[in-house]
């Protein structure tokens, strides 16, 4: 294990704003609307401020409050910022992140878990690893690095840093890598703690079978999820078919990373934000675009999703046993985020995928809540494990 601070070189940085400089537009700049992608006006103004607002190394700094490391797990390079709790008996806890995410996504909720305000409330020592194609853990090496990869090299840096009993939190692709870990180490994880929102849902594509016996609000959530498998799902679809030529794109164009990513935070957010940076702020949404463009995240993270649609599995069947899985034995939580009127679908859709032991609905948030409503997001996270540690 080595330590690691983040520093992007000078002439990086320079090359960046030369190209944010010089940029080229396309003629049909008048489209304000949303629905065939980013809007070319608003993009230009928010490429005016990475280029002339935005400081980069004011956001290194804030980073590198936290201490990172490098080590070398699987042949593969794993970035992750470890840090203890200020309170006796912190419960370990493994934070996993998502797409279009980073581990820059839970600086957020880093003190409220660490360090807690009010006596007596439970504590957490954080592991936030990077997934390998992801910032900096990079380059990948090889093939074949799914979630149940992924799940067993964060199984196997736990262990090394010591932890032989904690928990897990993950969103997006994290909670499926989370969900891997739950079967490959249930007999070291005390629980498995989830985000979910209609997106993740959606792009499952799991429905309730009789649109009968749904309500009237009930059939709106169902039609505007089908339309979204339909229309908004294109960008996964690229990623996991044709995942060098988006890379292609994504690594020499900083215009290209933006637009791909600002439009997934626009759609993803909290329902009543109208920007993407109503609901993360401008400076959060530019850091990860920014991590994504210095380490060339676009390819290797699509190339990551790419393993991942196409990775086959039998939960609790051969396979899982060749690989000496157990089916998942341990507490189980799941925290939703998203609209009122969608929250009686979206218990209904949680139930087809197992029932957890704890799920809990917030009407504020959405697939990002570590960045959106960190407050709501660390609560459920403590509720949960302190009524494990505690019963």
Known sequence: MKSFNIQIATEDLDYLHRRLAD????DHSDDDGWERGIPVNYLKKLTNYWATQFDWRKQE???NQYPQFITEIDGQAIHYIHIRANKPNAVPLLLIHGWPGSFADFIPVIEPLTAPQAAGQLAFDLVIPSIPGFTFSVPVHGTGWNMIRIAAAFKALMTKLGYGRYGVHGGDMGAGIAGMLSGMAA???????????????AGLGMYPSDPAALSAEELSTLDRMKAHKKNGTAYLDIQATRPGTIGIALTDSPLAQLAWMAEKYREWSDASADLPEDAIGIDRLLTNVSLYWFTKTGASSAKILAENMQMAFNWGGDDTAAEGWELPAVPSATACFGKKEDESFLRKVAALMGTPNRYTYYTRGGHFPALEVPHLLVHDIREFYTDIVTS
């Open 61 to 63: 700094d804030l980073l």
């Open 23 to 26: 940029l080229r537009w396309p």
């Open 187 to 201: 007999n070291e994880l005390i629980g498995t703690h989830i985000s979910s929102d209609f997106f993740s849902i």
